[in-house]
């Protein structure tokens, strides 16, 4: 625990690691039970409210005002809230074993703007860490391939896009803690995700029966709430460690992931999931040590 106290980052990026990873054990559930992904976007938006009025009361509601702020906060949440929505149609186009090991590695788009423009350095096993990581997140991503025909790479594009914008999203936020509050950064990343919603109804074929019911946006809600408050304690694990470590510490998420579908649903991974899983343990000691 001392440890840890010395290190207030680690143990805000170790919160957003487990929740995430829990996050993406179930948040199937609800589409699988008929609610479609673009609503259960819209009910994650909302639950970043609570979250965002809990981050300005510690802050006595004393937000940044400033148009810099303004700006530094609606790329961050345009960027990954608009990534989401980009990633919802290039899986609409496209197959998930290509798009999400593209996606995935969006932590090296970060981890170079953070070499170059902040100056950030790794010493001694975290740097071993870090690319065992990135090694590890693209084994994790793996997907079996399918035999759908594709007429289109315009997915490719897409995903393309997502892969810089949630590199540059981590980036510009970890950047941004320099200037403003970590509460304030929050606040705007909520109100562009609400900015969206528009958008994700749009997106939404209400062709098909939506449920309404408790499986749908209600179990939505609770699940989504813990990608919010990981979206939170990631923004403070920038405030304090670098970019360059924080980012593909976060990624390593789908650890968790595997471990919960192992236990509850005797999902047994892949082997190269597998190999992505031992190598994460590594990379997790390397960095955190």
């Given at each position: 625990?001392?440890?840890?106290?010395?290190?207030?980052?680690?143990?805000?990026?170790?919160?957003t690691?487990?929740?995430?990873?829990?996050?993406g054990?179930?948040?199937e559930?609800?589409?699988k039970a008929?609610f479609?992904?673009t609503?259960g976007?819209?009910?994650w938006?909302?639950t970043?409210i609570?979250?965002?009025?809990?981050?300005?009361?510690?802050?006595n509601?004393?937000l940044?005002?400033?148009?810099?702020?303004?700006?530094f906060?609606?790329v961050?949440?345009?960027t990954?809230?608009g990534?989401?929505l980009?990633?919802?149609?290039?899986?609409?186009?496209g197959?998930a074993?290509?798009v999400?090991?593209i996606?995935s590695?969006?932590?090296?788009?970060?981890?170079?703007?953070?070499?170059?423009?902040?100056?950030?350095?790794?010493?001694?096993?975290?740097?071993?860490?870090?690319?065992?990581?990135l090694?590890a997140?693209?084994?994790?991503?793996?997907?079996?391939?399918s035999?759908?025909?594709?007429?289109?790479y315009?997915?490719?594009?897409?995903?393309v896009?997502?892969?810089f914008?949630?590199?540059?999203q981590?980036?510009?936020m970890?950047?941004?803690?320099?200037?403003m509050?970590a509460?304030?950064?929050?606040?705007y990343?909520?109100l562009?995700?609400?900015?969206?919603?528009?958008?994700?109804?749009?997106?939404?074929?209400?062709?098909?029966?939506?449920n309404?019911?408790?499986?749908?946006?209600?179990?939505?809600a609770?699940?989504?709430?813990?990608?919010?408050i990981?979206a939170l304690?990631?923004?403070?694990?920038l405030?304090?460690?670098?970019?360059?470590?924080?980012?593909?510490?976060?990624?390593?998420s789908p650890?968790?992931?595997?471990?919960?579908?192992?236990?509850?649903y005797?999902v047994?991974?892949?082997p190269?999931?597998?190999?992505?899983?031992?190598?994460?343990?590594?990379?997790?000691?390397?960095?955190?040590?």
């Open positions: 625990m001392t440890h840890i106290n010395k290190r207030p980052w680690l143990l805000y990026a170790l919160v690691t487990l929740f995430w990873g829990v996050w054990a179930f948040i559930i609800p589409e008929g479609p992904a609503l976007y819209v009910v938006a909302f970043m609570p979250c965002a009025l809990f981050a300005l009361k510690k802050i509601w004393k940044n005002t400033q148009a810099r702020n303004w700006v906060g609606l961050v949440g345009l990954g809230a990534g989401q980009l990633l919802f149609q290039a899986l609409r186009q197959p074993y290509i999400f090991p996606i590695l969006f932590p090296v788009v970060t981890i170079f703007l953070s070499l170059f423009f902040l100056r950030e350095r790794a010493a001694g096993k975290a740097k071993l860490g870090i690319v065992l990581a090694v997140i693209a084994l994790l991503a793996y997907q079996p391939p035999h759908n025909n594709f007429s289109s315009w997915w490719l594009v897409l995903a896009m997502v892969f914008m949630w590199g540059i981590a980036f510009v970890k950047m941004a803690n320099s200037t509050e509460e304030s950064l929050f606040f990343m909520a562009a995700a609400l900015l969206l919603t528009p958008v994700a109804i749009y997106m939404t074929n209400f062709s098909v029966p939506v309404w019911g408790w499986k749908g946006p209600g179990l939505a609770g699940i989504h709430l813990l990608n919010s990981g304690t990631l923004v403070y694990a405030r304090y460690g670098k970019a360059i470590i924080v980012v593909p510490l976060t990624g390593l650890v968790i992931t595997i471990l919960i579908s192992l236990l509850l005797n047994i991974p892949h190269v999931t597998l190999a992505g899983l031992v190598i994460a343990v590594v990379a997790i000691y390397l960095i955190t040590e």
